[in-house]
């Protein structure tokens, strides 16, 4: 076993270049610098403390740095992720009391804990079970959920907590007669500093612009007297550590979130990290070490008080714009976190809560996916369907329900396309060898003798039925001429139990009316399980052939034999294709 490749940072480290450092550094400060204002609105949207979004801008990251494959993803909090925290850990707990903030703490870990395990066992592939459409969907509701919860914020009105867009956009209208308009003044021009320096350049923290003006105008004109809502006290100092509250009936409740979350924060870590990859030629992305990447952070971090972390996509291309190389940048963020944690904390307490809204507003506009939905609607309808049902369940009844029903959909369609695939009836392109489907091709030259049907798709359990049936009403609609039928194996790919019973049938069913079948194309596995399961005497070699057009001149030539004849036997000595 390598151990480099259990801990990355043994094989980058030793190999580092003093011509990295620059960028390392530079990369390190602003990301630094980004993920304090971010992790105070982070916090905000998990219903934490900002403290404990510090903590998590902090020490899952440092720990990423030892274990990812990644050089320039930067890992801390998320909008989406704090969310999914909110949404979920409310139902158990109040926001803001003690059992709210340890049940994130525990969520962190068990998160990790199930990361680490689905890495360990090599288990990334099932994050593929969530498709692009219901990904698309559930994303673009978690930013209309988070924007639209910021508006209290924004506003400067009261408003109860609710993670259904309908329920909190009636709540606004409510207190519409309650807005603090140097709030609403505060936000709306953060906003808009916001996007220009966005347009402007990538490479200063707009975030760190918004707040410091902010705070500035906080004290100066003491802005507080007049209703505007602040921060206040963040706490001084780095976090210290402390066990989890392990108990037995929270981890069974909190399992199902923890599962959620394991999947979206791996999913959103991998995308970025893949799209990164591609800019560099230098490195590889692993996705099951990333996954106990990311795991061993939240695990460690849930030790320091910190809630679910996961790679950051603005953090992560700014990382990489600025000039990261290695994730020593990584390590050197969570430096700036951890020295503003010592000594700057105090500075936040006149930050406005409407200019951390206004960050938040501005990250998750990001999210918003309108290319999807606009392609989806030339090619895929079905998916479309399955996007916006994911979308609207998630932005009206709950995130759970809406990745669950996402899910279940998408499942239930691959379910229902297996049981019928595309099928074609292929007839002679003039002048060639080539065969194609008589409905997507003009002037092809059929046989009233010979029906030549294709199945794509593997034969299994789930579709046999129907390419008995297909067969037979293709069967029928060529009439009392037909003599062969030539079944194209090239794009069947496998075949199970059912599917041999049922070609054992078709053969000694078309056998007794006088009609003879070959098999072309056919595959080595499929041709092994035909062979163990003894069907192979039935068809017989002579009657598989390695192209259709040697199939139909067998045929051609021996219309006075009971067998066709075959070319195939040699070939099948030869090679296990």
């Excluded at 989406?80 to 525990?106: C, H, K, P, R, Y």
């Excluded at 399992?255 to 999947?263: D, G, N, V």
């Excluded at 990584?330 to 951390?356: C, D, E, K, M, W």
């Excluded at 049936?469 to 790919?493: A, F, H, P, Q, R």
Aim: charged share 15%; proline share 4%; net charge positive.
């Amino acid at each position: 076993m390598n151990l480099k490749n259990i801990i990355p940072i043994l094989d980058w480290l030793p190999n580092y270049k003093k011509a990295w450092l620059k960028g390392d550094l530079g990369a390190g400060i602003t990301v630094g610098i980004m993920l304090v204002p971010q992790g105070i609105a982070y916090a905000m949207i998990a219903g934490l403390p900002p403290i404990y979004g510090l903590y998590t801008a902090m020490i899952p990251q440092i720990v990423y740095a030892f274990f990812g494959t990644s050089r320039q993803l930067s890992v801390g909090p998320v909008a989406m992720d704090s969310l999914i925290v909110a949404a979920g850990v409310a139902a158990l707990a109040e926001i803001g009391t003690q059992n709210f903030i340890e049940f994130a703490i525990l969520l962190s870990f068990l998160m990790g804990f199930l990361q680490v395990l689905f890495g360990v066992f090599k288990l990334g592939f099932l994050v593929n079970f969530l498709s692009r459409p219901v990904i698309s969907g559930f994303t673009s509701a978690a930013a209309l959920i988070i924007a639209v919860s910021q508006l209290k914020h924004l506003l400067g009105i009261n408003m109860q907590r609710n993670s259904q867009i309908h329920n909190v956009l009636i709540d606004v209208f409510q207190h519409l007669n309650e807005i603090n308009y140097i709030a609403l003044v505060i936000g709306v021009s953060s906003i808009l500093i916001l996007i220009f320096f966005k347009n402007l350049t990538k490479k200063i923290p707009a975030a760190l612009v918004v707040v410091v003006l902010g705070i500035l105008l906080v004290r100066i004109f003491n802005l507080e007297q007049y209703g505007l809502k602040i921060i206040g006290e963040v706490p001084e100092g780095l976090p210290t550590f402390r066990m989890p509250n392990f108990t037995l009936e929270i981890i069974i409740d909190l399992f199902p979130l923890a599962l959620t979350l394991s999947f979206i924060a791996f999913l959103e870590a991998i995308s970025v990290a893949k799209a990164i990859e591609l800019k560099h030629d230098n490195y590889k992305v692993v996705p099951n070490q990333e996954l106990i990447a990311i795991g061993l952070g939240n695990i460690v971090g849930s030790f320091f008080q910190t809630y679910p972390a996961t790679g950051g996509l603005s953090r992560s291309a700014v990382n990489n714009q600025v000039g990261a190389n290695t994730p020593l940048a990584a390590i050197i963020s969570g430096v700036i976190v951890g020295f503003t944690l010592l000594f700057l904390t105090p500075v936040f307490y006149y930050l406005p809560q409407a200019v951390v809204a206004a960050i938040i507003i501005v990250a998750v506009y990001g999210l918003l996916d309108f290319y999807i939905p606009k392609h989806l609607l030339k090619y895929s309808k079905k998916e479309l369907l399955v996007l916006n049902l994911t979308l609207i369940i998630t932005a009206t009844v709950g995130i759970r329900e809406g990745i669950l029903i996402g899910v279940l959909v998408s499942l239930g369609m691959l379910i229902y396309a297996t049981t019928k695939p595309h099928v074609a009836v292929l007839a002679n392109v003039p002048g060639t060898h080539f065969y194609r489907n008589i409905e997507r091709f003009n002037a092809l030259i059929q046989k009233e003798e010979i029906l030549i049907f294709r199945f794509d798709a593997q034969l299994f359990f789930a579709n046999t039925n129907y390419f008995r049936d297909k067969l037979e009403e293709l069967v029928l609609d060529k009439g009392e001429k037909l003599k062969l039928i030539i079944i194209d194996g090239e794009s069947i790919n496998s075949i199970d139990s059912s599917g041999v019973y049922m070609l054992d049938d078709i053969i000694e069913k078309y056998k007794n009316r006088g009609i003879d079948i070959a098999f072309t194309g056919m595959k080595g596995p499929v041709r092994d399980v035909l062979q163990n399961a003894g069907v192979m005497r039935k068809i017989k070699y002579e009657n598989c052939f390695m192209s259709i057009q040697e199939a139909v001149d067998a045929f051609e030539n021996n219309k006075n034999s009971r067998e066709i004849g075959g070319k195939y036997f040699k070939y099948v000595k030869q090679t296990n294709s």
